[in-house]
């Protein structure tokens, strides 16, 4: 059974869509939260931060203030290519992990096999490389710009500036095997979800995807 690569930009609903496919069997893997252990205390990565950014990226207790961090890139570009540099090959890395372990045995933690990369830079670290088909959740953009000011709490500017620094979503669609769109209520995306899971299924049974 196949590797699926869900992405979409910031405020696009990609938990929520995740979310949906656990419900359905899939294993889910957040790429945030991998992104958050290659930095923990302690960690190559932190270090070489840390020395690129100075302590002042940090917290009281060590850890890196994501908050701090960023303000300082997305302000600026080269700051922001510098973080990647740093942190994109470290997640990619574990990342293929995952889906190196998955291949070996689909069933030993999915009922479905079917494994999840839940990933907002699956294509910018070249992770669609490693997936069979790249799922991508679009969402128009003023209301992508509402949900993120009522969930950051940002202002309108700091949203829009997160969105730009950004691959288009209009790009990443382009690599998408299957798209949902989130513009409208929950019960209109999970149809969605449903509609293209099924069609999975049914693909499998035809013997597009072997383990």
């Not at 294993?27 to 990565?45: F, S």
């Not at 997936?131 to 829009?160: A, C, F, G, N, P």
């Amino acid at each position: 059974m196949p590797v699926i690569g869900l992405t979409g930009n910031i405020g696009s609903g990609k938990s929520s869509v995740a979310r949906l496919l656990r419900s359905l069997g899939a294993q889910v893997i957040d790429a945030d939260q991998v992104a958050r252990e290659v930095v923990l205390p302690g960690t190559p990565a932190l270090a070489e931060l840390t020395r690129e950014f100075g302590p002042g990226i940090l917290d009281a207790g060590g850890s890196l203030d994501r908050k701090k961090m960023g303000d300082i890139v997305f302000a600026d570009p080269a700051a922001r290519a510098r973080l990647n540099q740093i942190t994109h090959p470290r997640i990619k890395e574990a990342l293929d992990r995952v889906i190196t372990g998955f291949r070996q045995d689909p069933y030993a933690s999915s009922p479905s096999g079917v494994l999840v990369i839940e990933a907002p830079l699956l294509i910018e670290v070249g992770l669609n490389r490693e997936v069979d088909e790249v799922w991508v959740v679009k969402v128009d953009e003023d209301k992508q710009v509402e949900r993120l000011v009522d969930r950051d709490t940002l202002s309108t500017q700091e949203v829009r500036s997160r969105i730009a620094a950004q691959l288009p979503q209009a790009l990443k669609l382009k690599y998408a095997r299957r798209v949902i769109d989130n513009s409208g209520d929950f019960s209109a995306t999970k149809k969605q979800v449903e509609h293209n899971w099924d069609e999975l299924q049914k693909e499998h049974l035809k013997g597009k995807y072997s383990i």
